[in-house]
């Protein structure tokens, strides 16, 4: 079993920068890739940024490509996402998750385990 916990969340005005921690205990973050996730009220939970497990790749959805930066510290058992530039509809809760396979993958239900999620609004 592996626990998540993120945070790092808030308000933040158009344009400002936020960085989410997710903090993993139970097991060694560097047995799995890593993904942040994040769910606007009425719609799909989707990626907006994934890891492997030694970092050497990296996934960016296309909305966020060039503003948000995953990382990750496997000594600190931490993943983070550093997030620039910020806009409106990036308002959302933001999860952290974990995927046993090696495979960077993107769909929510192939993630083992999540965080609760924190809140970031993001004011126009």
């Known amino acids: 079993q592996v626990q998540l916990v993120e945070s790092g969340g808030g308000l933040v005005q158009t344009g400002g920068s936020l960085r989410l921690s997710c903090v993993a205990s139970?097991?060694?973050?560097?047995?799995?890739?890593m993904g942040w996730f994040r769910q606007a009220p009425g719609k799909e939970r989707e990626l907006v940024a994934g890891?492997?497990?030694?970092?050497?790749?990296?996934y960016y959805a296309a909305s966020v490509k060039g503003r948000f930066t995953i990382s990750r510290d496997n000594a600190k058992n931490t993943v983070y996402l550093q997030m620039n530039s910020l806009k409106p509809e990036d308002t959302a809760v933001y999860y952290c998750?974990?995927?046993?396979?090696?495979?960077?993958?993107?769909?929510?239900?192939?993630?083992?385990?999540w965080g609760q999620g924190t809140q970031v609004t993001v004011s126009s």
């Open positions: 998750a974990a995927d046993s396979d090696n495979a960077l993958r993107t769909a929510p239900d192939q993630y083992d385990y």
């Open positions: 139970g097991r060694a973050l560097s047995n799995y890739v």
């Open positions: 890891i492997s497990w030694n970092g050497g790749r990296t």
